[in-house]
């Protein structure tokens, strides 16, 4: 693959990087530059981080910058960007060095989009001071790689896993599932008038894509240059035909609804299961703490099942003047003490000799569980274009609300053909 100058993001915007020379090189941080207004020391000198949404604890952002001023005595100034708004301010400042952020954060499956056009700076020498061979998980690695090198990190991951509210696995006379056929069947007897087995929306197909994973089904693979959809394929269309079953008779969540905070219908009492990276598990009412289990989604023969993983990578733009302290922003994360938090808020983190600081109960063993097995999605330049477009969000909702399950799923693989090539 490549690396281009100038690529389209789906059907949204054509992003020029002026960052990028004619043979679509990038930049290597280098450690001596004096760019910016200050010294070589840092005196008078700062740059921008943008931070997606709200998932980075404020302890850790705190600790940042401060321990930034102090390392380098210059000014880390730590932006939030909400999710939504990220890819669309990219696509307009990624380029530019007057309006780029330094350092960014960005989705796993956002990564290939802009590794592949030479946005971020080629972080391949400076690895051994990031994590190494301990960097991981492997798919962010590879998510943020072109031709073997590397040019966004992993910065945290969440696994997906099942929580579970153990009083009303009881009260029903139910054992935790071990398999796949289990869990459904598990999920169907605790739905009442009043109560859905899993919460499951429409359009959570972060989630629902489990079961395409599970048994053996794909989004997309590459034959040779191109990608081709996999959702039509046999063992994709035995895996929706089972989740329209749940939709149908275990879930209550509206057929068209969103994945945000699945756990405030738990905390209401209006489900037994939901399904959510492992940070969700702050959000729980504390009311319930004691009746909450959790549990890897179980496989079709059993043991965990691939689930899609959750989480970030982060980047330094090579549009940025300040190769050096960008990169000195990058070591911090990858330090110990900031590892450490992360781990300890619930946060996968890169490094990891410090996913056992996660915990030893059961929601971190079954964390780590899931990650084991976890997936993403096709690491292809024009997924950003899938998501802004909301193709996936668009088909889960049909298979929700009664679509036949073949005919959506032929569309949908043409709608990907055209997306990711």
């Given at each position: 693959?490549?690396?281009?100058q100038?690529?389209?993001l ?11 020379s ?12 004096t760019s910016?207004t200050g010294?070589?020391t ?9 931070l ?5 604890p ?7 910058t401060?321990?930034?001023?102090t390392?380098?005595?210059a ?6 960007v909400?999710?939504g ?7 307009t400042?990624i380029?530019?060095?007057?309006q780029?952020p ?6 796993n ?8 056009i030479g946005?971020?700076?080629?972080l391949t020498?400076?690895?051994?001071d990031?994590g190494?061979d301990?960097?991981g ?8 790689s ?5 040019y966004?990190?992993p910065y945290y991951?969440g696994?997906r896993y ?10 029903a006379?139910?054992e935790?599932p071990t ?6 069947a598990?999920?169907?007897e ?6 859905s087995?899993f919460w499951?929306?429409g359009q ?8 395409v994973?599970?048994h053996g089904?794909?989004?997309a693979v590459?034959e ?9 394929s ?6 929706l ?7 149908t008779n ?11 905070e699945?756990w ?6 209006d ?5 959510a ?7 729980i009412?504390?009311?319930?703490t ?8 179980p496989?079709?023969d059993g043991?965990a ?9 982060i980047a ?8 050096d302290l960008a990169l000195?922003?990058l070591k911090?994360i990858a330090?110990?003490?900031y590892q450490?938090m992360l781990?300890?808020?619930g946060?996968g ?5 410090y996913?056992d600081l996660i915990?030893?109960d ?6 780590r569980a899931a990650?084991?097995n976890a997936?993403?999605?096709p ?12 193709i996936m ?13 073949a ?7 043409a709608a ?6």
């Open positions: 693959m490549k690396i281009r100038v690529a389209v789906g059907a949204v915007a054509a992003l020029a990087l002026t960052a990028c004619s043979e679509g090189s990038t930049t290597t941080p280098d450690p001596s530059a910016g010294t070589a840092g005196d008078a000198r700062e740059i921008t981080m943008w997606a949404g709200e998932d980075t404020e302890e850790l952002r705190t600790w940042l401060d321990e930034f001023a390392t380098t005595g000014t880390l100034n730590i932006e939030t909400e999710w708004e990220l890819l669309p301010r990219l696509q400042s380029g530019n060095p007057d780029t330094d350092v960014v954060e960005i989705g499956t956002q990564s290939p989009t802009f590794t592949t946005a971020f700076t080629d020498p400076h690895l051994a990031l190494g301990k960097l998980p492997e798919g962010f690695v590879e998510a943020g072109v031709d073997g090198s590397v966004a990190v991951w696994s099942v929580f579970y509210r153990t009083d009303v696995f009881e009260d006379g139910i935790v398999t796949l056929d289990e869990f459904n598990a999920a169907k605790l739905t009442t008038d009043e109560q087995g499951l929306p959570d197909w972060r989630n629902g894509i489990s079961w994973f599970a089904g794909d989004i590459q040779g240059d191109q990608w081709v959809g996999q959702l039509s046999p063992e994709s269309i035995e895996a035909t089972e989740l329209q079953d749940l939709y275990a879930s209550k969540a509206p057929k068209d609804g969103e994945d945000a699945p405030t219908a738990f905390n209401n009492g489900a037994a299961m939901f399904m990276p492992g940070w969700a598990r702050w959000s009412s504390e009311d319930l004691e009746n909450v289990g959790a549990m890897a989604l496989g079709t043991g099942a691939p689930v899609f993983a959750g989480g970030s990578n330094i733009s090579a549009a940025s003047p300040d190769q000195e922003a911090l330090s110990e003490d450490t781990a300890k808020n946060l983190p890169s490094n990891s000799d996913n915990g030893d059961e929601f971190a063993e079954a964390g990650a084991s997936k993403l999605t690491a292809s330049a024009g997924w950003a274009g899938v998501e802004t477009d909301r969000e668009e088909f889960f909702a049909k298979i929700a609300q009664g679509g036949d399950v005919t959506e799923a032929a569309a949908v693989d990907l053909n055209d997306a990711l090539n």
